[in-house]
């Protein structure tokens, strides 16, 4: 799953935000899904505290920023194979925190 994380300073919901429904998947994170489909939006963690994750599939259009890592590499899907220069981040344990902006 791709995600944008965006800092909270810029992010703002301008409709809808009663049809989110929001769970704590564990002590640290939050993750907020659409009431009425279902599909999954954001998550908040207190690894990154000062943004938000949005799903690159929730956002229409272009955004202002290429991809700037693979995060949990070791925890990904063994057939998932990708060539790129990205750097490729740890697992749980092993992710640091990408500098925004």
């Known amino acids: 799953m791709t995600w944008v994380g965006v800092p ?3 992010l703002r919901i301008l409709e809808g ?8 998947s564990s002590a ?4 907020s899904f659409c009431g009425q489909c279902g599909s999954m939006l954001f ?3 207190e690894r990154w505290p000062a943004e938000t994750h949005i799903v690159r599939a ?3 259009g272009d ?5 700037a890592a693979h995060v949990y590499w070791d925890d990904r899907a063994t057939w ?3 060539h790129d220069d ?9 992710v640091e925190p990408l500098a925004v902006g």
Not at 28 to 31: D, G, L, S, T, V
Not at 63 to 67: E, G, M, V
């Open 63 to 67: 955004i202002d920023q290429a991809p």
């Open 28 to 31: 640290p994170a939050r993750r």
């Open 43 to 45: 998550f908040e963690s």
């Open 17 to 24: 935000d009663h049809a989110l429904r929001r769970y704590a």
């Open 8 to 10: 909270n300073s810029q």
């Open 86 to 94: 990205l750097p490729k981040l740890g697992g749980v344990t092993g």
């Open 58 to 60: 929730a956002i229409q």
């Open 80 to 82: 998932m194979l990708l």
